[in-house]
């Protein structure tokens, strides 16, 4: 199969996004002002699953995706058995008909433990800032306009 670049296959895209909960707020980042989309728009760590290298041992593959792309953005280590249904909250699709992707959108709930260090993040070069929020702040945040109300839509969906 030929391997594409942050896609599944050549029409077909798995996009998942993380919601880190702690202590009745939760983590969004500032994206780089040259990303492709929704430039220095806030939003969620997230990332793309690609076809893997081999398929051998690939059960959970979406789960060690999530895993991988929350530490890579954020320095957050989370299990990949916590990516399981009971934390979902949700499961979306959209079609791109000019370039003829499909893409499934899937929204986790991480509730971080109580110890847990809010000082401890390490943003990626594909951030700039990153902030603890409430959802009443939700508001004062700019998410990428339409583009980006479904993030504010699963945010508000993890309560």
């Known amino acids: 199969m030929k391997k594409i670049k942050h896609q599944l296959t050549e029409n077909t895209k798995l996009l998942q996004k993380v919601i880190l ?3 009745g707020k939760f983590l969004i980042l500032r994206r780089d002002g040259d990303s492709s989309s929704r430039p220095l728009a806030w ?15 690939i059960g959970g593959l979406h789960k060690k995706d999530a895993s991988r792309e929350v530490f890579e953005e954020t320095g957050i280590e989370i299990n990949p058995s916590k990516f399981s249904i009971g934390n979902l909250v949700s499961f979306r699709t959209f079609f791109e008909a000019q370039k003829q992707i499909f893409s499934v959108i899937v929204g986790w709930k991480i509730d971080l433990s109580n110890d847990f260090d809010e000082e ?3 943003i990626s070069d594909e951030h700039v800032d990153y902030k603890w929020i409430t959802s009443d ?10 583009k980006g109300e479904f993030i504010i839509e699963m945010i508000k969906n993890s309560r």
């Open 21 to 23: 909960r702690h202590g």
């Open 43 to 57: 939003d969620l760590p997230w990332g793309n699953s690609e076809w893997p290298e081999t398929l051998e041992n």
């Open 120 to 122: 401890i993040i390490k």
């Open 137 to 146: 702040e939700l508001e004062d945040y700019d998410f990428g306009g339409v």
